[in-house]
């Protein structure tokens, strides 16, 4: 697996407009007042255009060092972050929505995929607030697949978005604050349309590159602020390259609130469009970031408030994904993880579920030169097992490999076990006078 925590660039006139611009400190990642620039800084479209040249690299170099090989890929390198945020602002409001007019039809707290709202009540509760017309809103729902059993779920609500989206008319919702109609589409611009339009096209030359290569891309998650616009994103691209194999993996991060609704909902819709789900599954790496925002900017924390719950959660989304792999045959996991416990707890289910090693629907990862002891017995034993190479300049390496060491709490009580596993098998070499050989 091949990553690239931060591309370098020779754009000319780059120094210039790196002293112009500051990094906003918001996109940083902080720890003791210190702000690392792990978020790719923007300076223009051509920037972005070398970073994906460095992600194509990335897939060669992936392609000729192993077959079956995954080459992963950020988000916040193709794209201006900024843009991200906004994207991610609009689904996170076009989503609370929708659990509003939930909850005023009586459905609150009921699981993501089990709430259903009436298209009655619905079209009636939007007339009301005036956000259209009656005559409006029934064609909202014409000669579209939407409601036609006479309810509307979560995706099919999304799926209304991206058709009302387009009209010329913005598109008003009420703040739940205020209780004024307002724009939801009032911050894009068309720089921001093109915008989107530009990474989409980005991503697409990625993904024909990983075709040609046999390479499978991994889209990073990032911080909870980017995520919704990056889910989206890789999802509109799953839908056009997974046809008939996984070729777009999503990450999901498990320190998250919402992970399992993610999870859920996106392998639902893969089952209705007929496309190969593809995942990668890590517990999260920003929490003390997420954690410190939300208390400035006054929300809810997105974590899960402790480690234990975090660890319940990766195994619900894993055991999910597993179920859907023996249901379906078009899904694919992988479990990058550090943690003994959960790559138990993978073998077990895969055994009980009937899952092969052979059947390579289920492969793990871990970082290059971290938790042998886990990488060497599951690939001895016929598992995929991959490991992890991030690169780049060793002061923007370091911070990263701190992050993946935060992300799995008892790291260094494992890195001493491992350091005790090393010992005691050079002292049987030693004795057995075969030291160089295994």
Same mark, same amino acid.
């Given at each position: 697996?091949?990553?690239?925590?931060?591309?370098?660039?020779?754009?000319?006139?780059?120094?210039?407009?790196?002293?112009? !611009?500051?990094?906003?400190?918001?996109?940083?990642?902080?720890?003791?007042?210190?702000?690392?620039?792990?978020?790719?800084?923007?300076?223009?479209?051509?920037?972005?255009?070398?970073?994906?040249?460095?992600?194509?690299?990335?897939?060669?170099?992936?392609?000729?060092?192993?077959?079956?090989?995954?080459?992963?890929?950020?988000?916040?390198?193709?794209?201006?972050?900024?843009?991200?945020?906004?994207?991610?602002?609009?689904?996170?409001?076009?989503?609370?929505?929708?659990?509003?007019?939930?909850?005023?039809?009586?459905?609150?707290?009921?699981?993501?995929?089990?709430?259903?709202?009436?298209?009655?009540?619905?079209?009636?509760?939007?007339?009301?607030?005036?956000?259209?017309?009656?005559?409006?809103?029934?064609?909202?729902?014409?000669?579209?697949?939407?409601?036609?059993?006479?309810?509307?779920?979560?995706?099919?609500?999304?799926?209304?978005?991206?058709?009302?989206?387009?009209?010329?008319?913005?598109?008003?919702?009420?703040?739940?604050?205020?209780?004024?109609?307002?724009?939801?589409?009032?911050?894009?611009?068309?720089?921001?349309?093109?915008?989107?339009?530009?990474?989409?096209?980005?991503?697409?030359?990625?993904?024909?590159?990983?075709?040609?290569?046999?390479?499978?891309?991994?889209?990073?998650?990032?911080?909870?602020?980017?995520?919704?616009?990056?889910?989206?994103?890789?999802?509109?691209?799953?839908?056009?390259?997974?046809?008939?194999?996984?070729?777009?993996?999503?990450? !999901?991060?498990?320190?998250?609130?919402?992970?399992?609704?993610?999870?859920?909902?996106?392998?639902?819709?893969?089952?209705?469009?007929?496309?190969?789900?593809?995942?990668?599954?890590?517990?999260?790496?920003?929490?003390?970031?997420?954690?410190?925002?939300?208390?400035?900017?006054?929300?809810?924390?997105?974590?899960?408030?402790?480690?234990?719950?975090?660890?319940?959660?990766?195994?619900?989304?894993?055991?999910?994904?597993?179920?859907?792999?023996?249901?379906?045959?078009?899904?694919?996991?992988?479990?990058?993880?550090?943690?003994?416990?959960?790559?138990?707890?993978?073998?077990?289910?895969?055994?009980?579920?009937?899952?092969?090693?052979?059947?390579?629907?289920?492969?793990?990862?871990?970082?290059?030169?971290?938790?042998?002891?886990?990488?060497?017995?599951?690939?001895?034993?016929?598992?995929?097992?991959?490991?992890?190479?991030?690169?780049?300049?060793?002061?923007?390496?370091?911070? !990263?490999?701190?992050?993946?060491?935060?992300?799995?709490?008892?790291?260094?009580?494992?890195?001493?076990?491992?350091?005790?596993?090393?010992?005691?098998?050079?002292?049987?070499?030693?004795?057995?006078?075969?030291?160089?050989?295994?």
């Amino acid at each position: 697996v091949g990553h690239s925590p931060s591309p370098s660039s020779s754009t000319p006139g780059a120094e210039k407009r790196e002293k112009q !611009y500051q990094a906003y400190q918001g996109f940083g990642d902080r720890y003791g007042g210190v702000t690392g620039a792990h978020t790719y800084f923007y300076a223009d479209e051509t920037k972005c255009d070398q970073h994906m040249e460095t992600f194509l690299h990335c897939i060669d170099a992936s392609s000729g060092s192993s077959e079956d090989g995954f080459a992963a890929i950020k988000l916040t390198a193709l794209a201006r972050p900024q843009f991200l945020v906004r994207f991610s602002e609009v689904l996170v409001k076009w989503r609370r929505f929708f659990h509003q007019m939930a909850a005023e039809q009586g459905q609150a707290g009921r699981a993501v995929l089990d709430t259903k709202l009436q298209v009655e009540k619905l079209q009636e509760a939007l007339a009301n607030l005036g956000i259209a017309s009656r005559t409006e809103l029934q064609q909202w729902f014409t000669g579209e697949n939407l409601g036609t059993s006479g309810t509307v779920d979560l995706l099919d609500w999304h799926s209304l978005f991206d058709s009302r989206s387009k009209l010329s008319r913005p598109l008003l919702i009420p703040n739940r604050k205020t209780g004024q109609l307002e724009p939801l589409l009032s911050r894009f611009s068309e720089e921001e349309e093109l915008q989107l339009k530009r990474v989409l096209q980005r991503m697409d030359v990625l993904a024909k590159r990983a075709v040609e290569k046999g390479v499978r891309l991994m889209v990073d998650a990032e911080q909870s602020y980017f995520q919704p616009a990056i889910s989206r994103l890789t999802v509109e691209t799953q839908r056009r390259f997974n046809g008939s194999q996984p070729l777009i993996y999503n990450t !999901y991060q498990c320190y998250l609130k919402e992970a399992y609704n993610n999870v859920t909902g996106d392998v639902e819709l893969s089952r209705r469009e007929g496309w190969h789900f593809g995942t990668k599954l890590v517990r999260g790496a920003y929490m003390e970031q997420e954690r410190e925002r939300a208390a400035q900017m006054g929300y809810e924390d997105p974590i899960n408030p402790t480690y234990e719950k975090t660890n319940e959660m990766y195994h619900r989304c894993l055991d999910y994904v597993l179920e859907e792999i023996k249901r379906s045959r078009k899904a694919s996991v992988m479990v990058a993880s550090h943690n003994e416990d959960t790559v138990k707890f993978t073998l077990r289910r895969m055994m009980e579920l009937g899952i092969h090693p052979s059947d390579k629907k289920v492969c793990f990862g871990q970082l290059l030169g971290m938790c042998d002891q886990i990488t060497f017995p599951l690939g001895q034993a016929g598992f995929p097992v991959y490991k992890y190479v991030p690169y780049g300049p060793v002061n923007e390496v370091l911070p !990263y490999l701190s992050r993946r060491a935060q992300e799995n709490r008892g790291f260094m009580q494992r890195a001493n076990r491992e350091r005790d596993l090393l010992w005691k098998e050079v002292k049987r070499r030693l004795l057995t006078g075969n030291l160089f050989r295994p």
